[in-house]
Each structure stands twice: as structure tokens, then as C-alpha cells.
């Protein structure tokens, strides 16, 4: 289900983080499913449990899952939460555009990459708009 990158420059609870969001956006965990607990997802990733609990304590803080005294946390999925994640995903466009515009990629020709790479992009599971 997730899968730590130990070259990711990121700390493990924010990739942790960035996996559940997705798995909850796109529909794998769907809304009021009981998240794995904090022992045995730290047993599954062999890290420590205390970057788990800080995941979900983030996940919370975000709105991505609720915790119930003494059964664990669910899964409480919002459509708001898919637009603040397509502003997040924006954002880091943004930054890529003006990155690309200061080594010379116009908009033009970041348009036609995009067109051309659609195919890709969507047998990934995005759309083709």
C-alpha cells in the first residue's frame, strides 16, 4: 500500500502523509474505512511508530481522517479536500513554469510537451482535458 523512498529528501512521515492523501483522493481508501492501525502500519514500513502517529496526527490536522476513542482512525473524505489538493498541485506548477520560463521553456513549448505526453499521463490515471 505504501512504499517509503529512503532517497526522498523529504522526512518518512511526510511521504506517509502524501501517500495517504492520494490513496484517499483518488478512491483506493474510501470514506469511513478504518485506517491501519499505528502499530501495525510502523511494523509494516519497519519505522518507528511515533512517525506514524505524526502522520496521522497530520492526516487529522488536514481533515483526511478522524480518530474515534478506542477503535482507531477512518478515512473522512471531503470534496473540499480534492480542491485544496489541486491547489497544492497547482502551486507546484506555478513554481515549475517560472523555473522553466528562467531557463527559456515558453508556454508554447510546455504546452506541446504536455500534448504529447498526455498519453502517458492519463494511462497513469489522469484525465485527458
Given at each position: 500500500?505504501?512504499?517509503?523512498?529512503?532517497?526522498?529528501?523529504?522526512?518518512i512521515y511526510e511521504q506517509v502523509v502524501d501517500k495517504f492523501q492520494k490513496l484517499i483522493?483518488?478512491?483506493?481508501?474510501?470514506?469511513?474505512?478504518?485506517?491501519?492501525?499505528?502499530?501495525?502500519?510502523?511494523?509494516?514500513?519497519?519505522?518507528?511508530?511515533?512517525?506514524?502517529?505524526?502522520?496521522?496526527?497530520?492526516?487529522?490536522?488536514?481533515?483526511?481522517?478522524?480518530?474515534?476513542?478506542?477503535?482507531?482512525?477512518?478515512v473522512a473524505f471531503d470534496e473540499k479536500l480534492l480542491d485544496v489538493r489541486k491547489g497544492?498541485?497547482?502551486?507546484?506548477?506555478?513554481?515549475?513554469?517560472?523555473?522553466?520560463?528562467?531557463?527559456?521553456?515558453?508556454?508554447?513549448?510546455?504546452?506541446?510537451?504536455?500534448?504529447?505526453?498526455?498519453?502517458?499521463?492519463?494511462?497513469?490515471?489522469?484525465?485527458?482535458?
Amino acid at each position: 500500500m505504501i512504499i517509503i523512498d529512503y532517497k526522498d529528501a523529504r522526512p518518512i512521515y511526510e511521504q506517509v502523509v502524501d501517500k495517504f492523501q492520494k490513496l484517499i483522493l483518488t478512491g483506493v481508501l474510501e470514506p469511513n474505512t478504518r485506517m491501519p492501525s499505528v502499530r501495525s502500519l510502523a511494523v509494516e514500513l519497519s519505522i518507528n511508530p511515533n512517525t506514524i502517529q505524526r502522520a496521522y496526527a497530520e492526516l487529522e490536522r488536514q481533515g483526511f481522517i478522524y480518530t474515534v476513542k478506542g477503535r482507531g482512525a477512518f478515512v473522512a473524505f471531503d470534496e473540499k479536500l480534492l480542491d485544496v489538493r489541486k491547489g497544492q498541485i497547482f502551486e507546484k506548477l506555478k513554481e515549475l513554469v517560472r523555473e522553466a520560463g528562467e531557463i527559456g521553456i515558453g508556454g508554447r513549448e510546455l504546452a506541446g510537451w504536455l500534448l504529447k505526453d498526455q498519453e502517458k499521463v492519463g494511462a497513469l490515471g489522469g484525465t485527458n482535458e
